[in-house]
């Protein structure tokens, strides 16, 4: 989801993003990496134990990757937030880029641009929020809150250790472990990126819009 979330930025405007497309995948995806890698240590700790205390050593390491991962999705969550939030109320967090064949100050057609009006002029974000982006949004915002749901879970059960109630509770297991992951799985699979966000389909992004048309409509 943090490599589709960059997708999206690209599509909508990076200059309402205050991470760049590939520093946002980058963060996100090494500190999940890092999450997997600790709660990996953790549970061969505990696999690997001959006392209690050591199996309860490695849920502890567990538990920490757990909350690298817990920590890594708030902040991706808040991001994304305020993200759209940018781009709904239209505040760009650095300059809009020009379009292209605009006329710049200093060009040989300076004394012209007086009297040129510009075919093109780069669209608002909300004008790039096309039906598909809309929808995975809508898709990707389903699937980050049943993998946080999870994430909690996993967190309590681990707090109350191997022998914990919660641990040794099939049902809840199921309804807050399996459950989640299958759903975020679904619905990322109805709301596609190859479907909705696919490099190269003109349909997704709305780069521009003709100032050419709307002085016509005047």
Partial sequence: MFIIMGRIINLVGAEYSRLKPRTYSILFISA???????QAIG???????????????????MLAGIFVQMAAITIYCIIQGDYLWHVLTERPVRPRPAPSGAVTPGSDMEDSSQNL?????VATGRARLTPNIKSM???LGIATV?????????????LGGWNGEIFVNERLFNLLDGIPIFVAMFVLNVFHPGRFIAIGNERNGVPYIELSKMTGAA
């Fill in 146 to 158: 049943f993998i946080y749901i999870r994430s909690i879970y996993r967190t309590i059960e681990l």
């Fill in 43 to 61: 549970g061969a700790a505990a696999a690997s134990a001959d006392t209690h205390d050591g199996a309860e050593g490695g849920a502890k390491i």
């Fill in 32 to 38: 999940d990496l890092l999450a997997l890698i600790i």
């Fill in 117 to 121: 009006i510009l075919g093109r002029q």
């Fill in 137 to 139: 949004l809508l898709g």
